[in-house]
């Protein structure tokens, strides 16, 4: 399967890392803003393409899918745009930063048939895919989740600390995770959600942090706290607190309540979520059906996100 990869920054080079471990697979273009940056990524992956124009590379290519790795503001009419071309899309996550444009890509998709698929990591990570297993399973249900959402940036920074020419954002980005992950391992939609910010930045022009409540229909609660204002520990820390057990979850690595280590190296076939992430791409494309994450089944987390937005803004 041929590949176009837009955006050779922190996210897409950990795309890349793990597309070399997927058979069958080939990157065949590149595409990124700075035209001298691409060509140095693109030479130590091997792939012979690179552009820093989106449709140009779609015509000059003959990739079947794209991966977006893009700033968050252009997900939803790149997304458009690569389906319109005939190309499955993967989309980093958020999908969209507004409701409408999330049900705009929802439509184009259901008009195409095409493969389009979010990147919600959190659904592939091995640590929350052994707690879903078992909850699936019927062997335990959430009680709560308590989840720290923690970064140092009061500058535009990317995870790899180098400057960006976009605004990162704390609802429509971080929060994301967390809302889609919590209605998928509930196994129940959110139907109560408040959200409190603090001041806004005034060079960012966002808030720096902020705490979201909800409420799923079967009754499980799931408090966020979000900050871009802390000085480490950095990443997502999740409680799972379960009628049977308490676990947590730090990326790919899973502890119990007391700090005992659980093995979920046997639960995939990669530790690396982002590459779990990409075979359930390819393999929904070759095998011809819905993948986890799709827009279809992530899209009720962006109705969260809206609803949340508007009650911040009144």
């Known amino acids: ?10 996210f897409g080079i950990k795309h890349l890392d793990g597309i070399k471990n997927i058979d069958g697979v080939k990157v065949v273009s590149l595409v990124g803003r700075d035209l001298e940056k691409t060509r140095e990524v693109a030479a ?36 458009i745009k690569c389906m319109q071309a005939g190309k499955h899309v993967q989309v980093e996550i958020p999908l969209a930063d507004s409701w409408a444009d999330a049900e705009e890509v929802m439509r184009t998709q259901q008009e195409t048939g095409l493969t389009c698929m979010v990147g919600h990591t959190r659904r592939f990570n091995p640590s929350h895919q052994w707690v ?19 970064f140092f940036r009061r500058k535009n920074i990317n995870a790899k600390g180098e400057p960006r020419s976009w605004t990162d954002h704390l609802l429509w980005h971080h929060a994301a995770h967390t809302v889609d992950l919590f209605a998928y391992q509930a196994g129940s939609p959110i139907v109560r959600a408040n ?5 806004i930045h005034p060079e960012l022009g966002i808030a720096l ?13 799931c408090t966020l706290s979000l900050s871009f204002n802390n000085d480490g520990p950095l990443g997502t820390f999740f409680r799972y607190i379960c009628d049977n057990g308490t676990y947590i979850a730090r990326y790919d690595d899973l502890v119990d309540g007391r700090e005992e ?4 190296s046997q639960v995939d076939v990669s530790m690396n979520g982002i590459e779990l992430q990409d075979r359930e791409f390819f393999a929904a494309i070759k095998e011809g059906r819905e993948p986890n994450s799709s827009v279809s089944k992530v899209l009720p987390c962006y109705k969260v996100l809206h609803d949340l937005e508007q009650q911040l803004a009144s």
């Open 195 to 199: 959200a409190i910010q603090g001041p």
């Open 44 to 79: 130590e992956y091997g792939i012979g393409h690179v552009a820093v124009d989106l449709e140009q590379a779609l015509t000059e290519t003959e990739a079947e899918a794209v991966i977006l790795c893009t700033p968050t503001q252009l997900h939803a009419s790149e997304s």
């Open 261 to 264: 280590a659980i093995d979920v």
């Open 132 to 150: 879903h297993n078992r909850i699936t399973a019927g062997e335990l249900n959430i009680q709560q989740m308590d989840v720290q959402t923690y």
């Open 1 to 10: 399967m041929k590949v176009l990869l837009a955006g050779p920054g922190a």
């Open 209 to 221: 942090d902020m705490s979201i409540q909800m409420r799923a229909e079967n009754g499980a609660i």
